[in-house]
Structure formats: C-alpha cells, structure tokens
C-alpha cells in the first residue's frame, strides 16, 4: 500500500502535558485509514518532529494490522506524502 497523502489533526481537550495525539489521516489510491496516535513529548523537540513521530506511530499500526501485515505489499509514504 503506497500512501499518498497524511493529514495530521492535533487533538484538544484533556491531553497530558507530556504526550502528544492526533488523529492521522493515511490516503492512498481508494483507501483511507484515520488512526489515532499518542506519542511521548520531548522537552526540546519541535512542532515537526511531534508530526514525524506521530506518522510514525500511524505507520506502526497500520503495519500490524492482519490485512496488511499478512499483505505481500509493503506500506510505505509516497514522496510528497506528508501534507
């Protein structure tokens, strides 16, 4: 599955001060799967590196989930993916 596009929404409300979640929007050619991901801050890591980490994340999951960990095709970001 090759994704074509990732879109990131930060999620608001009762959030800990110390993780980050969002939901994360993977497109690909008839498909779109929305995770949602929580991922550690890091004091000093910026705004980019948050949205690296939480793709990620998606990434992580949507790699075990059993129609694609059993898939002969690799899930992989296209180039120009990230939004």
Do not use: W, Y
């Not at 498909?31 to 992580?60: K, Q, Y």
């Amino acid at each position: 599955m090759l994704i074509q596009r990732v879109e990131i929404k930060p999620l608001c409300g009762e959030e800990q001060a110390d993780m980050a979640s969002g939901m994360v929007a993977l497109t690909s050619e008839g498909t779109c799967l929305t995770v949602l991901c929580r991922v550690p801050r890091l004091l000093g890591r910026s705004a980019a590196n948050i949205h690296a980490r939480l793709v990620d994340e998606a990434l992580r999951q949507v790699r075990r989930m059993p129609e694609f960990r059993h898939s002969p095709s690799r899930v992989e970001l296209a180039p120009g993916a990230l939004v």
